[in-house]
């Protein structure tokens, strides 16, 4: 089962660019829990890969030892069985699939594409919480914050390509995050130019002896 992180998102930065995040945020559909996900909307995970399930299973279970399987998939076979649910039949992933899904996606399986992609397991849920003026050290400036929710971690890599490719507009991003349970916390802030430098980790190459975290892993 997993842990859940959570953390408050501050955007910062021109005016005009802060309407244009307001503006895409209300182009994205909310979720059936509740929430949106920039990065299911903007990078979504590739169909094929969902049609493989995830796990381990023996295609006799009653004989465990006759094989598992870590990927595999349901082929219906038309017959009935006495409750009227289909019967199928499980075909297990080979070795040519496996290469040519890598090829294709650079993962086969849909759990390692979206670690690669967004930083962590089935993206994030974004909650608007505000858009206010505040004003600090003698200036007044415009804050965009949101509320976000993943499992074991912030999707740092997600989140550095929404900006980098263009799908959000360049802004400041200050990111506060904990993992429940006290297994761990950190913070994430990149300033509006560095989204081009800043590596999928969330540190910057000159940042190399800085403590930035992201140490929790599953």
Not at 11 to 20: F, I, M
Not at 152 to 161: D, E, K, N, S, V
Request: hydrophobic share 35%; aromatic share 14%.
């Amino acid at each position: 089962m997993a842990n859940y992180a959570w953390g408050w998102i501050e955007l910062t930065g021109q005016d005009d660019n802060l309407d244009k995040f307001l503006k895409v945020w209300e182009s994205v559909p909310v979720l059936e829990p509740g929430g949106k996900s920039l990065l299911r909307h903007f990078i979504p995970t590739p169909t094929e890969l969902f049609t493989w399930k995830i796990g381990w299973t023996s295609l006799v279970p009653d004989a465990p030892d006759k094989g598992f399987y870590q990927m595999w998939r349901e082929i219906p076979t038309g017959t009935m069985n006495r409750y009227g649910v289909e019967q199928r039949t499980l075909e297990p992933i080979t070795a040519e699939e496996l290469d040519r899904l890598s090829s294709a996606y650079g993962a086969a399986r849909w759990t390692d594409w979206q670690k690669q992609n967004w930083g962590c397991e089935k993206g994030e849920r974004l909650w608007l919480i505000g858009d206010e003026q505040r004003y600090e050290w003698g200036a007044t400036y415009r804050t965009i914050t949101l509320k976000i929710e993943a499992e074991w971690r912030m999707p740092y890599a997600g989140l550095i390509r929404l900006f980098r490719e263009g799908f959000l507009p360049p802004l400041n991003l200050d990111l506060i995050w904990y993992v429940e349970a006290d297994l761990g916390a950190g913070k994430f802030t990149v300033n509006y130019d560095e989204w081009d430098r800043i590596r999928p980790d969330g540190t910057l190459p000159e940042d190399d002896d800085d403590e930035q975290v992201d140490s929790v892993t599953p």
